[in-house]
């Protein structure tokens, strides 16, 4: 009996010691637990810092940063791009346009402006397209291209454009920069090796004597978009691209086009491409104008306009359906020019079936101004608005270049 009370004794004293142990080693394990999580921790923000640009591990940030300063500094006067993706919030305060055409004469006259924007107070008109390139090749105001500035292109026409821009929008006005595009007589004879020649030597010439820039010439590009987006820093929310096409009038069959590298309707669709990809980054809208005949015809009309190809590359298109520009005979119509309403009823038929999975949409010019010995007035000014609203497209612009606008054609605000 001793002898088990002895045993059982000793039982009892080992209990103590045995729990303690494994307190000990559960400590132990919690200690080693605490210490992973914050290592791994350590790890993983290193590593997201790291990925993202940051400084990486602890301890590296100010040395880092000072690297990063002094690689990259940041020149007095620099343009900066904004600091948002500005093309996220460009669709959300876009307007239908319902717009007319305004020359950089009209939109700096102390007498013509006030009238344009008293006729967009008081009816539905919402947008000026506003020449910022013209036809010769101006740069209608101050703009801070050097390139326009060394090579004589830039006027001041506009004395202001900032001023303008706020003005238009006090009054809820759209501004749209129109650039004309190859159609330059300026640069053409000041840089001849930007030019389209002649196979006899010296500038092509079309039938009034003017000459049109390369568009196989990247270095046009360039200049043209740097034009379109000084437009667009200075508050213009659209580009338009006028004349961005080839020659239409003229022999042209003598016209050499040094480095021609593709067809002509690649050349105009590429440099469309170029334009938009760096235009859109800025929050604008990118337009080209087209001849309302491509809207019918399945060629580019030997100009390059190939209208499923420019409108692969653009936001907008927006053909030139002016009646008077149509030949007799045209959609068996024996008189477009004398038929605005079925002529435009026609060419908008057409937009809707060509522009259909382009992504592109489709904004008329129409005509307001008499051509070809037909009177036009309110009558033929609200047939083409029905007929380009009846075939469902909600925008449109009026062309008259002398500006005298059929207010009486125009819904009321």
Known sequence: MAQVETIRSSRRSRRPTRRKGAARRLAGIAVLAVVCFGAGFILFWSLGSWIVGGPGFPGTGAKTSQAAAAVIPAAAGTPLEPPVDLRAFRDLSYVPVKGIYVTSYAASSADLLPKLIALADNTEINAFVIDVKDDMGHVTYQADVPFARQT??????????????????????????????FKDNVLAHNRPDLAEKDKSGGLWKDFKGLSYTNPYNHEVWEYLVQVAEDAARHGFREIQFDYVRFPSDGKVSDTVYP??????????????????????????????????????????LGIGQRIEKIAQN???????????????????????????????????QDMKRRLAGTGAMGRPWLQDVSLGGITYGVAEVKAQIKAAEEQGFTEWILWDPAHRYTEGALRRE
């Open 314 to 348: 653009v936001d907008i298109v927006c053909p030139m359906v002016y009646p008077s520009h149509y030949s007799k005979g045209s959609y068996g119509i024996d008189n477009p020019n004398a038929s605005p309403y079925e002529t435009v009823t026609h060419a908008m």
């Open 259 to 300: 480095g021609q590298y593709c067809a002509k309707e690649d050349a105009i669709a590429g440099f469309l491409a170029y334009a938009r990809a760096r235009l859109e980054k800025l929050g604008v809208w990118v337009s080209a104008d087209v001849f309302g005949l491509t809207l019918h015809v399945t060629d580019d």
């Open 152 to 181: 004589g292109t830039v006027t001041s026409r506009i004395k202001d454009i900032d001023a303008l821009i706020a003005k238009l929008q006090a009054h809820h006005i759209t501004p749209i920069a129109r650039v004309g595009c």
